[in-house]
C-alpha cells in the first residue's frame, strides 16, 4: 500500500523526534566518557588516599575532599532523611486537604526551586552568622539538608502512595488504629522505597557546589576535619577550584580526575539505589 | 424433654413459616437503624433507613448498582469515617449503643462488627500472620494463645485443611478463593458479633463461590451476617432475611421466601424479575 | 482506650509539627534574605540598583550597584537554553510517550533522568574545556566563554526537567483520546498533533516554568563558562556575568555586615523572588490542566 502524504510526513516527524531522544541520551554518554577518558589517567591509589599537596599538587591527593563528601553526605542524612519521612507520613497518611495543608505542600514546591546559590546565603546568613555555628561541617549539612528536603519528601510520598488503599482498609476493619495501621502496615511496605529515594536525593547534595562555597567548604586545609565545627575540603568545590583558579599546569587535568571520582561516587550511589528497588520490587507480591 | 426440643427446633428451623410475626417474636435484633440519612459532600447517598437486623441471621442487600447498598453496609462499622466529608443522621443502634455517639471508640466498634471486602485483600505477608495480625493489634502477645487462634479460624473459615502445612506460606500463594477464605478467616480470629461482606464472591469462580456460601451458612449459627450481594440467586440460596434498596431508600424487607415469592412493591417485582439491572 | 486515644492523637501532633519544617524553612529564607538584603536600600537608590548597568562595588572612584547588566545576562542564559531545551525536550517527550516501544522507553527514561543527576560543576568543567574552545573555534571568536556557550550548557541541564514532567503529562491522558482519534482514520501524528499535545499543553507549559526556574537558577555551570565580564551585553557571544554567578563569585570576598555583602543579598532576594513568582504560575496552570481533564 503507498504511502499518503499524511504518512510520509508522520515519518519525517517521528525520525526527527526520535534523533531529538538520541541525541538527549548522546548527552549523558558523552559527559561520561569525556570525564572518564580524561581523568583517568590521574587516577591512581596514591591519588585517591593521599593528602592533598598544595606546592606540587602532583603529589598529594584528594582524600580528604572524599572524606569530606562522604562526611557531608551523612550529615545532610541526618538532617533530612527523618524530617522528611516524618512530614511525609503526615501529608499522606493523615493530612486533610485545608489550608494548612496546602501551605505546607506550597511551601515544598518552592523549596524544590529555590536556586542553591540562595540556600548558600541562607546558611550564610542564618546557620553561619546567627547561630553561630561558623563555617563548618555543621553549617554546610543543615544548608544542604534544607535543600535537600523537599527531594526526601516527594521521593517518600511517591513510596507512600504506591501502598494499595485495600491493605489500610483491611487493617482499620480489624480493629486496628491509624498509627497502627501505618507502623504494621504502610511502612514495613514503604520504607526501601523511602531510603532509596531519599538517598538518591542525598547523592544530589553530595554534587553541589554553590551553596558550600560560603558556608564551610574550603579548598586546601592541611587537616583532616574532625569536628562538626571544623571546615572541610569537598569534590565538587575542589573541581571548581582546580578548573578555574589553580595556576599549575596540571590543574586541569586534576580537575578532571576529581571529576570523574564525583561521577563514579554519585552515579554508583544512584545505580546502587536502583538495583536494590528493583530488587525489592521483584520480590513484592503485590 | 423431647417435646420440648421438638417445639424448639420447629421454632427456631430454617423452615420459612407464613408471615413475619411469628418468627418475630422468636428473634433477637442484633442492629437497629434509625432514620438513617447519609450525605457524601451534598449529595446524598441514603434516605432516611429504617431496618432491623436480626441475631444469627443472614440478611442481605440487595438492589441495582449504585443503590446506596455498599456505602450503608460500610455505616455499620464505621468504615465511612475515613472518607473526608461525610455527613451522617440517625442512629444505628448495637447492643444497646449508638455506634456514632459521641463517647464510642471507632477502634473497638471494629473488632465486634467485622469486614470482608469484594475483592480479597491479604496483607502482604504470610497466611499465618495475615491471620494473626488482628490480634497482635490487640496487644496479644502470648505465642500459644495465638497460635491456637490461628488455626480455630482458619479451621472455621474451611481453609486449614488446604493450607495447614504451609502457613509461612505468603498469602498471595492462594488463590481468589482461597484469599476470601483468608480474609474471612483473618476477620474471624477476633472473634467479632457481626460479619459483613460486601459482594464477597464477586470476584470469584462459581466453585470458590459455593464454598463460601456454604460456610456462612455455618457461620451464622454464632454470629450475624449482613451481606451486600449484586446476584439475586445467592440472596435466595443463604438469605434469612432479604432487603431491596433503590436510589439510596430501602423499599422493601422481608423474609427472602416472602420477599422473592410475594413482593409487596411494585419496583421490587421489576428488580427481580429482571426489568432493570 | 483513653490511653491509647492519648498516644494516636500525641503522635498525629508530632507529625504535624514536623511537617511545619518546610513552612518554617521558606519563610525563614524568605526572612534572613530580606532582613540583610534591605539593609543596602539603605545606602543604595532602588533606581540605581535595579536600572543601573554598571555592577562595581569595588571600584576606587565611586561603587556601582546597578544590576541591570547582571539581569540581563540571566535572562539572556535562561533564553537561550530554553530555546534548545524546549524544541528538543518536547520531541523527546513525544517520542517516548507516544511512539517508543515500551522496552526503549524504560532504557531511555532514567538514563535521561540521570543527567539531571551530572553535578553542574561536572557539565561546566565540559563547558570550559571541551565546548567553549569549540564554539570559539565554529564561530571565530577570541574566546568561548559566553553567552551562547552558557545557554546551552543550561539548555542540557534543564533538558530532562522539560522530558520528564512532559512525558509523565502525555502518558497520562486517556488512552480514550488516541482510540476516539485513530478510529476516526487520523494517523499516529495527526492524533498527537491535534488531540493530545492540546490537552497536554497546560502540563508540557508548567514543565518549561519548571525549567525556567531551573535555568534562571543555575549557578555552577555558568560560572565555569560564562565569561564573568561586568560589561553589559549586547549579543550571545559576548560574556555575561548572571546574578547567581555573581554572588558566587564575591561572596568569599566580602566583609560580613559590609554595604556589598548586603547588596548581594539584596541580588539573592531578587532571585528568590523571581523563582517564587515562576512557581506561582507554573502552580496556577497544573492546577488548570488537572482540572480540564477530570477523568
Given at each position: 500500500?503507498?504511502?499518503?502524504?499524511?504518512?510520509?510526513k508522520?515519518r519525517?516527524?517521528?525520525?526527527?523526534?526520535k534523533?531529538?531522544?538520541?541525541?538527549?541520551?548522546?548527552?549523558l554518554?558523552?559527559v561520561?566518557?569525556?570525564?572518564?577518558?580524561n581523568?583517568?589517567?590521574?587516577?591512581s591509589?596514591?591519588?585517591?588516599?593521599?593528602?592533598?599537596?598544595?606546592?606540587?599538587?602532583?603529589e598529594?591527593?584528594?582524600?580528604?575532599?572524599?572524606?569530606?563528601?562522604?562526611?557531608?553526605g551523612?550529615?545532610?542524612?541526618?538532617?533530612?532523611?527523618?524530617?522528611?519521612i516524618?512530614?511525609?507520613?503526615?501529608?499522606n497518611?493523615?493530612?486533610?486537604?485545608?489550608?494548612f495543608?496546602?501551605?505546607?505542600k506550597?511551601?515544598i514546591?518552592n523549596l524544590?526551586?529555590?536556586?542553591?546559590?540562595?540556600?548558600?546565603?541562607?546558611?550564610?546568613?542564618?546557620?553561619v552568622?546567627?547561630?553561630?555555628?561558623?563555617?563548618?561541617?555543621?553549617?554546610a549539612?543543615?544548608?544542604?539538608?534544607c535543600?535537600?528536603l523537599?527531594?526526601?519528601?516527594?521521593?517518600?510520598?511517591?513510596?507512600?502512595?504506591?501502598?494499595?488503599?485495600?491493605?489500610?482498609?483491611?487493617?482499620?476493619?480489624l480493629g486496628a488504629?491509624?498509627?497502627?495501621?501505618i507502623?504494621?502496615v504502610?511502612?514495613p511496605?514503604?520504607?526501601?522505597?523511602?531510603?532509596?529515594?531519599?538517598?538518591?536525593?542525598?547523592?544530589?547534595?553530595?554534587?553541589?557546589?554553590?551553596?558550600?562555597i560560603?558556608?564551610?567548604a574550603?579548598?586546601f586545609i592541611?587537616y583532616?576535619?574532625?569536628?562538626?565545627?571544623?571546615k572541610f575540603?569537598?569534590?565538587?568545590?575542589?573541581?571548581?577550584?582546580?578548573?578555574?583558579?589553580h595556576?599549575?599546569?596540571?590543574?586541569?587535568?586534576?580537575?578532571?580526575?576529581t571529576?570523574?571520582?564525583?561521577?563514579?561516587l554519585i552515579f554508583?550511589?544512584?545505580?546502587?539505589?536502583?538495583?536494590?528497588?528493583?530488587?525489592?520490587?521483584k520480590?513484592?507480591?503485590? | 424433654m423431647?417435646?420440648e426440643?421438638?417445639?424448639?427446633?420447629?421454632?427456631?428451623?430454617?423452615?420459612?413459616?407464613?408471615?413475619?410475626?411469628?418468627?418475630?417474636?422468636?428473634?433477637?435484633?442484633?442492629?437497629?437503624?434509625?432514620?438513617?440519612?447519609?450525605?457524601?459532600?451534598?449529595?446524598?447517598i441514603?434516605?432516611?433507613?429504617?431496618?432491623?437486623?436480626?441475631?444469627?441471621?443472614?440478611?442481605?442487600?440487595i438492589?441495582?448498582?449504585?443503590c446506596?447498598k455498599?456505602?450503608?453496609?460500610?455505616?455499620?462499622?464505621?468504615?465511612?469515617?475515613?472518607?473526608p466529608?461525610?455527613?451522617?443522621?440517625?442512629?444505628?443502634?448495637?447492643?444497646?449503643?449508638?455506634?456514632?455517639?459521641?463517647?464510642?471508640?471507632?477502634?473497638d466498634?471494629?473488632?465486634k462488627?467485622?469486614?470482608?471486602?469484594?475483592?480479597?485483600?491479604?496483607?502482604?505477608m504470610?497466611?499465618?500472620d495475615?491471620?494473626a495480625y488482628?490480634?497482635?493489634?490487640?496487644?496479644?502477645k502470648?505465642?500459644?494463645?495465638?497460635e491456637?487462634?490461628?488455626?480455630?479460624?482458619?479451621?472455621k473459615?474451611?481453609?486449614?485443611?488446604?493450607?495447614?502445612?504451609?502457613?509461612?506460606?505468603?498469602?498471595?500463594?492462594?488463590s481468589?478463593g482461597?484469599?476470601q477464605?483468608?480474609?474471612i478467616?483473618r476477620?474471624?480470629?477476633?472473634n467479632p458479633?457481626?460479619i459483613?461482606?460486601d459482594?464477597?464472591?464477586?470476584?470469584?469462580?462459581?466453585?470458590?463461590?459455593?464454598?463460601?456460601?456454604?460456610?456462612?451458612?455455618?457461620?451464622?449459627?454464632?454470629?450475624t451476617i449482613?451481606?451486600?450481594?449484586?446476584?439475586?440467586?445467592q440472596?435466595k440460596?443463604?438469605?434469612?432475611y432479604?432487603?431491596?434498596m433503590?436510589?439510596?431508600k430501602?423499599?422493601?424487607?422481608?423474609?427472602?421466601?416472602?420477599?422473592?415469592?410475594?413482593?409487596?412493591?411494585?419496583?421490587?417485582?421489576?428488580?427481580?424479575?429482571?426489568?432493570?439491572? | 482506650?483513653?490511653?491509647?486515644?492519648?498516644?494516636?492523637?500525641?503522635?498525629?501532633?508530632s507529625?504535624?509539627?514536623?511537617?511545619?519544617?518546610?513552612?518554617?524553612?521558606l519563610?525563614?529564607?524568605?526572612?534572613?534574605?530580606?532582613?540583610?538584603?534591605?539593609?543596602?536600600?539603605s545606602?543604595?537608590?532602588?533606581?540605581d540598583?535595579?536600572l543601573?548597568?554598571?555592577?562595581?562595588?569595588?571600584?576606587y572612584?565611586e561603587?556601582?550597584?546597578?544590576?541591570?547588566?547582571?539581569?540581563?545576562?540571566?535572562?539572556?542564559?535562561?533564553?537561550?537554553?530554553?530555546?534548545?531545551?524546549i524544541?528538543?525536550?518536547i520531541?523527546?517527550?513525544v517520542?517516548?510517550?507516544e511512539i517508543?516501544s515500551?522496552?526503549?522507553?524504560?532504557?531511555?527514561?532514567?538514563?535521561?533522568?540521570?543527567?539531571?543527576?551530572?553535578?553542574?560543576?561536572?557539565?561546566g568543567?565540559?563547558?570550559?574545556?571541551?565546548l567553549?574552545p569549540?564554539?570559539?573555534?565554529?564561530?571565530?571568536?577570541?574566546?568561548?566563554?559566553?553567552a551562547?556557550?552558557s545557554?546551552?550548557?543550561?539548555?542540557i541541564?534543564?533538558?530532562?526537567t522539560?522530558?520528564?514532567?512532559?512525558?509523565?503529562?502525555?502518558?497520562s491522558?486517556?488512552?480514550e483520546f488516541r482510540?476516539?482519534?485513530?478510529?476516526?482514520?487520523?494517523?499516529?501524528?495527526?492524533?498527537?498533533?491535534?488531540?493530545?499535545?492540546?490537552a497536554?499543553?497546560?502540563?508540557?507549559?508548567?514543565?518549561v516554568?519548571?525549567?525556567?526556574?531551573?535555568a534562571?537558577?543555575?549557578?555552577?555551570?555558568v560560572?565555569?563558562?560564562?565569561?564573568n565580564?561586568?560589561?553589559?551585553?549586547?549579543?550571545?557571544?559576548?560574556?555575561?556575568?548572571?546574578?547567581?554567578?555573581?554572588?558566587?563569585?564575591?561572596?568569599?570576598?566580602?566583609?560580613?555586615?559590609s554595604?556589598h555583602?548586603?547588596?548581594?543579598?539584596?541580588?539573592?532576594l531578587?532571585l528568590?523572588?523571581?523563582?517564587?513568582?515562576v512557581?506561582?504560575?507554573?502552580?496556577?496552570?497544573?492546577?488548570k490542566?488537572t482540572?480540564?481533564?477530570?477523568?
Amino acid at each position: 500500500m503507498a504511502e499518503t502524504k499524511e504518512e510520509k510526513k508522520q515519518r519525517i516527524y517521528f525520525l526527527i523526534f526520535k534523533f531529538s531522544t538520541l541525541f538527549s541520551v548522546l548527552i549523558l554518554a558523552f559527559v561520561l566518557l569525556y570525564v572518564f577518558l580524561n581523568g583517568f589517567g590521574v587516577i591512581s591509589f596514591k591519588f585517591l588516599t593521599s593528602m592533598w599537596s598544595h606546592q606540587n599538587i602532583t603529589e598529594g591527593g584528594i582524600f580528604p575532599a572524599i572524606l569530606g563528601t562522604l562526611l557531608l553526605g551523612i550529615g545532610v542524612s541526618i538532617v533530612s532523611i527523618p524530617v522528611g519521612i516524618a512530614t511525609a507520613i503526615y501529608l499522606n497518611e493523615y493530612s486533610k486537604n485545608n489550608f494548612f495543608t496546602r501551605m505546607i505542600k506550597l511551601s515544598i514546591r518552592n523549596l524544590a526551586g529555590v536556586p542553591s546559590i540562595v540556600y548558600g546565603l541562607f546558611g550564610l546568613a542564618f546557620f553561619v552568622s546567627f547561630l553561630k555555628f561558623g563555617t563548618s561541617l555543621l553549617a554546610a549539612s543543615l544548608t544542604l539538608g534544607c535543600m535537600t528536603l523537599p527531594w526526601v519528601i516527594t521521593a517518600s510520598e511517591e513510596s507512600l502512595k504506591a501502598v494499595p488503599n485495600s491493605f489500610k482498609e483491611a487493617s482499620l476493619a480489624l480493629g486496628a488504629t491509624k498509627w497502627q495501621t501505618i507502623e504494621k502496615v504502610v511502612i514495613p511496605n514503604s520504607l526501601s522505597g523511602m531510603l532509596t529515594g531519599s538517598i538518591l536525593g542525598v547523592s544530589r547534595a553530595m554534587g553541589e557546589t554553590a551553596p558550600i562555597i560560603m558556608v564551610g567548604a574550603t579548598f586546601f586545609i592541611s587537616y583532616m576535619p574532625t569536628s562538626i565545627f571544623d571546615k572541610f575540603m569537598a569534590l565538587p568545590y575542589h573541581l571548581f577550584i582546580l578548573a578555574t583558579q589553580h595556576s599549575s599546569p596540571f590543574a586541569r587535568e586534576y580537575a578532571l580526575g576529581t571529576a570523574l571520582v564525583l561521577i563514579v561516587l554519585i552515579f554508583g550511589l544512584n545505580f546502587g539505589m536502583f538495583i536494590i528497588r528493583y530488587r525489592i520490587r521483584k520480590k513484592k507480591d503485590w | 424433654m423431647e417435646i420440648e426440643n421438638r417445639i424448639k427446633s420447629e421454632f427456631l428451623s430454617e423452615k420459612r413459616v407464613d408471615g413475619e410475626n411469628i418468627e418475630n417474636s422468636m428473634l433477637e435484633t442484633k442492629i437497629k437503624i434509625n432514620n438513617l440519612n447519609f450525605w457524601y459532600g451534598k449529595k446524598q447517598i441514603l434516605f432516611c433507613i429504617n431496618l432491623d437486623i436480626y441475631s444469627n441471621k443472614i440478611t442481605a442487600l440487595i438492589g441495582p448498582s449504585g443503590c446506596g447498598k455498599s456505602t450503608l453496609l460500610r455505616c455499620l462499622n464505621r468504615m465511612n469515617d475515613i472518607i473526608p466529608g461525610i455527613v451522617l443522621r440517625g442512629q444505628i443502634i448495637y447492643n444497646e449503643i449508638n455506634l456514632y455517639g459521641q463517647e464510642n471508640n471507632v477502634v473497638d466498634i471494629r473488632k465486634k462488627i467485622g469486614m470482608v471486602f469484594q475483592k480479597p485483600n491479604p496483607f502482604p505477608m504470610s497466611i499465618f500472620d495475615n491471620v494473626a495480625y488482628g490480634l497482635r493489634v490487640q496487644g496479644i502477645k502470648d505465642k500459644k494463645k495465638i497460635e491456637e487462634i490461628v488455626r480455630e479460624s482458619l479451621d472455621k473459615a474451611d481453609l486449614l485443611e488446604e493450607v495447614k502445612d504451609r502457613l509461612n506460606a505468603s498469602a498471595f500463594s492462594l488463590s481468589g478463593g482461597q484469599q476470601q477464605r483468608l480474609c474471612i478467616a483473618r476477620a474471624l480470629a477476633i472473634n467479632p458479633d457481626v460479619i459483613l461482606l460486601d459482594e464477597p464472591c464477586s470476584a470469584l469462580d462459581p466453585i470458590a463461590t459455593a464454598k463460601i456460601e456454604r460456610l456462612l451458612v455455618k457461620l451464622k449459627k454464632e454470629r450475624t451476617i449482613i451481606i451486600v450481594t449484586h446476584n439475586m440467586h445467592q440472596a435466595k440460596r443463604i438469605s434469612d432475611y432479604t432487603c431491596y434498596m433503590l436510589n439510596g431508600k430501602l423499599i422493601e424487607r422481608s423474609s427472602t421466601q416472602e420477599l422473592f415469592t410475594n413482593p409487596k412493591k411494585e419496583s421490587t417485582r421489576d428488580y427481580i424479575n429482571g426489568e432493570f439491572g | 482506650m483513653i490511653k491509647e486515644n492519648f498516644k494516636e492523637k500525641s503522635i498525629e501532633l508530632s507529625l504535624r509539627a514536623i511537617s511545619l519544617s518546610a513552612l518554617l524553612i521558606l519563610i525563614g529564607i524568605f526572612f534572613f534574605l530580606f532582613v540583610t538584603g534591605i539593609k543596602a536600600f539603605s545606602e543604595i537608590s532602588f533606581s540605581d540598583f535595579f536600572l543601573g548597568t554598571d555592577w562595581n562595588p569595588i571600584s576606587y572612584n565611586e561603587p556601582k550597584w546597578g544590576i541591570l547588566s547582571l539581569m540581563v545576562g540571566t535572562l539572556m542564559v535562561t533564553f537561550g537554553a530554553l530555546m534548545i531545551a524546549i524544541p528538543l525536550g518536547i520531541m523527546a517527550a513525544v517520542y517516548l510517550s507516544e511512539i517508543a516501544s515500551p522496552r526503549i522507553r524504560e532504557l531511555v527514561k532514567p538514563t535521561i533522568e540521570m543527567i539531571a543527576g551530572i553535578p553542574s560543576v561536572v557539565l561546566g568543567l565540559i563547558g570550559l574545556l571541551f565546548l567553549s574552545p569549540l564554539i570559539a573555534n565554529i564561530f571565530g571568536l577570541s574566546s568561548g566563554l559566553n553567552a551562547l556557550t552558557s545557554s546551552l550548557i543550561v539548555g542540557i541541564m534543564v533538558l530532562p526537567t522539560i522530558i520528564s514532567v512532559s512525558e509523565d503529562v502525555l502518558t497520562s491522558l486517556p488512552k480514550e483520546f488516541r482510540e476516539a482519534s485513530l478510529a476516526l482514520g487520523a494517523t499516529k501524528w495527526q492524533t498527537i498533533k491535534m488531540t493530545l499535545i492540546p490537552a497536554a499543553l497546560s502540563g508540557i507549559v508548567a514543565s518549561v516554568m519548571l525549567g525556567l526556574g531551573r535555568a534562571v537558577g543555575e549557578t555552577m555551570a555558568v560560572l565555569m563558562v560564562a565569561g564573568n565580564s561586568r560589561a553589559f551585553p549586547v549579543s550571545f557571544f559576548e560574556p555575561v556575568r548572571p546574578m547567581t554567578s555573581n554572588i558566587a563569585i564575591e561572596i568569599k570576598e566580602v566583609v560580613q555586615g559590609s554595604l556589598h555583602y548586603q547588596a548581594l543579598f539584596a541580588i539573592g532576594l531578587v532571585l528568590f523572588m523571581m523563582t517564587f513568582v515562576v512557581n506561582f504560575i507554573s502552580d496556577i496552570i497544573i492546577n488548570k490542566q488537572t482540572k480540564k481533564y477530570r477523568w
